[in-house]
């Protein structure tokens, strides 16, 4: 069984900054993708981002230029970095992990963004 733990959400006023952290219980280097989705109060979870195993990475279109998804091998963690944050950033942030055929889940951050 793979863990997934996410850290580093809290509140944060509009225009702020955070870094989220996913550490990962088996190596990520192999990974065939790494993401991180959010769901909002009410919503659907969405997708917010991915880095693939040879490194390229997608956004969705309202994260894009505001956010940024990377990795270190060496340690594990997946982050995402979160910049000039909005209040309909307000979400549960959580971490997936792909290996093979199958798929993994971290339990979410909360991350609100409110003056």
């Known amino acids: 069984q793979v863990q997934l733990v996410e850290s580093g959400g809290g509140l944060v006023q509009p225009g702020g900054s955070l870094r989220l952290s996913c550490t990962v219980s088996?190596?990520?280097?192999?990974?065939?993708?790494l993401a991180w989705y959010r769901q909002a109060p009410g919503k659907e979870r969405e997708w917010v981002a991915t880095i693939t195993r040879g490194g390229h990475t997608g956004y969705s279109d309202s994260v894009k230029g505001r956010f940024t998804i990377s990795r270190d091998n060496a340690k594990n963690v997946v982050y995402v970095e979160m910049n000039d944050l909005k209040p309909e950033d307000t979400a549960i942030y959580y971490c997936?992990?792909?290996?093979?055929?199958?798929?993994?889940w971290g339990q979410g951050a909360q991350v609100t963004v409110s003056s």
């Open positions: 997936k992990g792909t290996w093979g055929n199958s798929a993994y």
């Open positions: 088996r190596t990520i280097f192999n990974a065939v993708a």
